[in-house]
């Protein structure tokens, strides 16, 4: 069961450096504090989870797109009444790209293997972005291109 989604609060300027790199936004936004990344992402922030925290559920809706900022998360995917875990990831990882692209489900869960911290991208600001700025919005869709090959 999914557990709550946690408060989100302004990434600090260490945070939006690791969303800047994660999503290599450097040709973008060359220096991006943390203030900058409230501003341009005003819906979107971080959450902190603990240990056993769902940051994605399989299956459940959702177009959000996460950056671990701190910590891991374990993904797993259920095939019938079977789970596997298949890798955990920690700072800088990219989780829920492929819903830049595609709606539908999420593939997997992404399960808070400690205390962690994560930047959860809100797609209305995201969506706001790629209808505002093409050459940015070919660039995340082709890093979400990648990540689903």
Do not use: W
């Not at 557990?3 to 939006?16: K, L, N």
């Not at 890798?87 to 593939?107: D, F, M, Q």
């Amino acid at each position: 069961m999914a557990s709550a989604d946690p408060p989100r609060v302004r990434p600090s300027d260490d945070d939006a450096l690791i969303v800047m790199k994660s999503l290599r936004l450097e040709d973008f936004f060359p220096e991006l504090s943390g203030e900058q990344c409230a501003k341009l992402f005003p819906r979107s922030g971080v959450g902190d989870y603990a240990a056993g925290d769902f940051l994605i559920e399989q299956d459940e809706a959702g177009r959000d797109l996460f950056v671990v900022v701190e910590g891991a998360f374990t993904i797993t995917k259920s095939m019938g009444s079977a789970a596997a875990e298949l890798a955990t990831i920690g700072p800088g990882a990219v989780l829920g790209e492929i819903a830049l692209i595609r709606e539908g489900t999420r593939t997997a869960s992404a399960i808070a293997a400690g205390p962690a911290r994560a930047f959860r991208l809100a797609y209305a600001d995201m969506d706001y972005i790629l209808a505002n700025n093409p050459k940015l919005a070919m660039h995340l869709q082709n890093l979400a291109r990648e990540r689903e090959a």
